[in-house]
């Protein structure tokens, strides 16, 4: 399968700046995802195609100010750090701009001195291993010296970080927030709950490798980083049950998917697991866990779109697309949702 098969036009105004004045009031594709009909909704309505019997699955990751804005320290060139992965407790894999700055032995400093770094190594596709010197705590010193890592489509700067955040986001460690869950209010998963609907939690810490662009013409061809993911007994137990029950699992966001199909066997149950996953899912794939996705209009030629191909057929869901861009729904994190079901 070629890059080419996933692309389409999108006009950049439909990039959305900015999120919607209130979570659950953007609009809402629903899909099915055998016939490819198309209805129009608002998100808030997602709990008309939700039955009793379904469990939702969210991701509970929550995005640090990961992006930091320093100094080389002999030159005092401006150096722009992204933290994508945490290795023990000082040490970071890191993106540096620009990284000609960057060579082994090289010596920033962010805030004035408070926080310092030192590249030690050069990891693969060039990220920097960076190793960092402070006095006291490193969680406080990024709260006050990080910014929040916005994709670089986004050029508005947020009112409040919270709006990159999940109104359930609990353990930190994402460089990138898992954008269909935002669209989530505290009231209408309290409506959802009443209706009879389980919903579980799962960590998975969102790095760049989910957002990285696919270089190669045949997309088999391409490498995913890997993700760290943990998931519960308590949830884990939940999930087996609903597929046992007849009921469907519905994922919110290409994270959680991707962590439901990395553990779950081929039967579609899983287990209590932690660990790290490559995975890349593409037309071909064959769900193992994942029957219905809540997901946002991803970017042409990405793995995102070529994950969520795989849960219907690319021709499904290209068609989508281009109804999307025609009836000018918004694109991207901060852009409206998709329902396939």
């Known amino acids: 399968m070629q890059l080419k098969d996933f692309d389409f036009d999108l006009p950049e105004e439909?990039?959305?700046?900015?999120?919607?004045?209130?979570?659950?009031?953007?609009?809402?594709?629903?899909?099915?995802?055998?016939?490819?009909?198309?209805?129009?909704?608002?998100?808030?309505?997602?709990?008309?195609?939700?039955?009793?019997?379904?469990?939702?699955?969210?991701?509970?990751?929550?995005?640090?100010?990961?992006?930091?804005?320093?100094?080389?320290?002999?030159?005092?060139?401006k150096i722009e750090l992204l933290l994508l992965?945490?290795?023990?407790?000082?040490?970071?894999?890191?993106?540096?701009?620009?990284?000609?700055?960057?060579?082994?032995?090289?010596?920033?400093?962010?805030?004035?001195?408070?926080?310092?770094?030192?590249?030690?190594?050069?990891?693969?596709?060039?990220?920097?291993?960076?190793?960092?010197?402070?006095?006291?705590?490193?969680?406080?010193?990024?709260?006050?010296?990080?910014?929040?890592?916005?994709?670089?489509?986004?050029?508005?700067?947020?009112?409040?970080?919270?709006?990159?955040?999940?109104v359930y986001s609990k353990n930190e460690g994402s460089a990138a927030a898992p954008t269909a869950g935002l669209h989530f209010t505290e009231e209408l998963l309290d409506k959802i709950r009443g209706k009879g609907i389980k919903i579980v939690f799962l960590t998975l810490h969102v790095g760049l490798g989910t957002f990285r662009p696919v270089k190669v013409d045949n997309i088999q061809e391409h490498h995913m980083h890997s993700e760290f993911y943990q998931l519960s007994k308590e949830s884990a137990d939940i999930i087996n049950k609903t597929k046992e029950e007849g009921g469907r699992i519905i994922s919110v966001g290409t994270t959680?998917?991707?962590?439901?199909?990395?553990?779950?066997?081929?039967?579609?149950?899983?287990?209590?697991?932690?660990?790290?996953?490559?995975?890349?899912?593409?037309?071909?794939?064959?769900y193992k866990v994942v029957d219905g996705l809540i997901t946002n209009f991803h970017l042409p030629e990405s793995t995102l779109i070529m994950l969520v191909s795989a849960l219907s057929n690319r021709e499904i869901i290209m068609k989508a697309y281009n109804t999307a861009v025609r009836e000018k729904y918004r694109f991207f994190s901060f852009g409206d949702a998709m329902f396939i079901r």
């Open 14 to 77: 439909l990039i959305a700046q900015h999120p919607s004045e209130k979570r659950d009031e953007c609009r809402l594709m629903v899909l099915n995802k055998q016939t490819g009909e198309i209805e129009h909704k608002i998100f808030k309505d997602i709990i008309e195609y939700l039955d009793p019997k379904d469990c939702l699955v969210l991701n509970d990751t929550r995005v640090i100010p990961a992006r930091l804005i320093g100094s080389k320290e002999d030159s005092g060139g």
């Open 85 to 166: 992965k945490r290795l023990n407790k000082n040490t970071w894999e890191t993106l540096v701009k620009p990284g000609k700055k960057a060579k082994v032995g090289a010596k920033f400093e962010f805030g004035e001195g408070m926080l310092k770094a030192q590249v030690k190594s050069i990891a693969e596709e060039g990220n920097r291993i960076i190793e960092f010197q402070y006095s006291g705590i490193f969680e406080e010193i990024l709260d006050k010296l990080g910014q929040m890592p916005l994709p670089p489509y986004i050029t508005e700067r947020l009112k409040d970080r919270e709006q990159y955040q999940t």
């Open 256 to 286: 959680s998917t991707r962590t439901l199909e990395t553990i779950g066997d081929e039967q579609g149950k899983v287990k209590e697991a932690s660990g790290w996953t490559d995975i890349f899912i593409y037309p071909g794939y064959k």
